[in-house]
């Protein structure tokens, strides 16, 4: 079992910066992919970015150049820089764990924290 408790989420105006964290505990955190999906009022929740084992990371087109994911392994977390935040931004954003050492885009984790909100307002 893994637990995954993420931080760092608020209230921040366009054009601002938050940085999320989220730190794991339970099992290796070096055997697991890390990911941050979020989710919009209203939406389905998406991907944003997945960090694999070895530090190859991936990040969705919308966010790309603006958020930034990385891994301290010696602390067992996961972080998601955000700068330039807009609006549509808005959701909250939940990290995620999937057991392998690809670097692999996928819905299909195994373990989900409870979430953080981020909003980004005009």
């Known amino acids: 079992q893994v637990q995954l408790v993420e931080s760092g989420g608020g209230l921040v105006q366009a054009g601002g910066s938050l940085r999320l964290s989220c730190a794991a505990s339970g099992r290796t955190f070096g055997n697991y992919a890390m990911y941050w999906f979020r989710q919009a009022p209203g939406k389905e929740r998406e991907f944003v970015a997945t960090i694999s084992a070895s530090g190859g990371t991936s990040t969705t087109n919308t966010v790309k150049g603006r958020f930034t994911i990385s891994r301290d392994n010696t602390k067992s977390t996961i972080y998601l820089q955000m700068n330039n935040l807009k609006p549509e931004d808005t959701a909250v954003y939940y990290c995620?764990?999937?057991?392998?050492?690809?670097?692999?885009?996928?819905?299909?984790?195994?373990?989900w924290g409870q979430g953080t909100q981020v909003t980004v307002s005009s």
């Open positions: 995620a764990a999937k057991y392998t050492t690809l670097l692999i885009v996928t819905t299909n984790v195994d373990y």
